[in-house]
């Protein structure tokens, strides 16, 4: 048996030994738990990972992993050690787990059932060896004799009933797949899948788990989880490291729930679930769900309402050394910033037609007075928004990253607290409302986060003063989100940089964004210099004014002032 394989009954046998000096559970086998509703009757998990009905299917001293649902929810398997388990939802409720018909006296695991809810598949110790993929297809009173189907292990089904599984082959493991044609199974075929034959970065790819669409591929390495996404052109991806999503112990054998809403893993000993919504924040541009498509096309009719800048459109709105946007989409508002002086911020915002009961969410980029000044006035107008406060806002008084005193943070933390629902630091980048995400920090010293809207177009990106550098933040956005820049808005800090410099940057972000809107405290001279260089393609971005994503190239309009000229 070659390397990968070792590795994986090595561990089996582990298991086994596991499950002899378990606990035992507290329901017997096959009796009610008393669990009703989907998935156990767990509480679904979010972005945040959770140990999967635990005393239930994960328990201590056990070593659970493999989850698989039926089509129908009804039934669920998973391994603990080297025996299938089998739960059902019946009239009481889910039954404690007990083993599967099938396992007979063999050592069996990583069973799969197909989306036909006949066909099951798992790996088994029965003669012949080696270690091979099994079949079994449901009968009137239980389950057929097993079939062997194919050597390899893990197999994992798409809604059309191909299947994709793990081999060993001449270079190292890797995935394969067998589509269902008349009833049979056609002659397993490769998957460039995962690092490619030009990028041999790993030889260990296994345990693959298809999304019921094909759209995607999960499976793992001895490093941990990965996913590639199905391109355009039929081929896959390059993956994408999924270890960001379970932190620092290492995540295996994944697998996708039927309605593709979640994905199960296995990680110390017990099984994790997690919302594949995660996947948006790692390619939003993706065809996972028809959700994330429907979200993307609400953010098209994004408008971008200044509020506060240097400059102001009209003479009715006031200009400040400041910075603030009101951004409105499918139905949301959100706030970025709040202007520096909170009579005049206020002003502009009621002078604008803000409507801040609507605002549900503020987020502030960074701690500068020209960006927070209006917040406790702004907050007072509006119904307990959530607040947004970037990563590095100190939350006790040895916090780092800050230049103003500790105890002014925390006054002002204090403050702050009674005018809204929550208070959130993101330190990594992530969706924070209805498809508008945060870039988190940038690095380890940045204090700064910029607010991003993926759009069919391409993302739009906000920025308050970019103190961590404009370019940073435009190239960590696309790597963040996967996508395209569309259209970059905010401060820019350049008021002080040398023209050349500037001159460099501007050449760098046009090949980077369709379109640029540099304010605040981008400075008139290096303004003079994105101009010049982005040409049509420059957005003059003024206090008043609305932005939208319309037809063909941005528009921009000046709001009518209520209050005249
Ligand atoms: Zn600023
Ligand atoms: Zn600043």
Known sequence: MKKAMRTIVLFAITASFLTMSGAKDKVPAGESTGLRGPYLGQDPPGGDPKIFAPGVVSTPGNNEFCASFSPDGKEFYFNRGMTVMVCRLEKEGWTA???AAFNGKYRNHESHLAFDNKRMFFGSSRPPQPYGIWLTERTADGWSEPKRMWDGMYATSSKNGDVYFGVEGPSGAGIVCTRLADGRYTEPVAQAVGFGDANPKSTSIFHPAIAPDESLIFFDDNNGLYVSFREGDGSWGEAVPLGEIHGEQKATIPSISPDGNYLFYASHDDVYWVSTSVLERIRCNGQWTVRAREKRAGADSLVLTVLYNNTSASDSVIADHGFSCLLEMGGHSYLFDAGRVPDKFMANVRGLGVDCSKVKKVIVSHIHDDHMGGIFELLASCVKPALYLPFSYPQSASEPHTDRSDSDYLAL????????????????????G?????????????????LLVPTTKGLVVLTGCAHPGILEIVKRARELMRQDVYFVMGGFHLTSTDPARVKTIARELRTLTKYIGPCHCTGEKAEAIFKDVFKDDYVDIRAGMKIRLGEGPMTTSRTPCPHGP
Do not use: C, N
């Not at 209805?434 to 910029?450: R, V």
């Open 434 to 450: 209805e498809g508008i995400y945060t870039t988190g920090m940038i690095e380890d010293q940045s204090y700064e986060q910029a």
């Open 97 to 99: 787990p007990e083993s």
């Open 413 to 432: 933390l204090k403050r702050l607290k009674p005018s809204v629902s929550k208070i959130i630091q993101r330190k990594d980048g992530g969706e924070i």
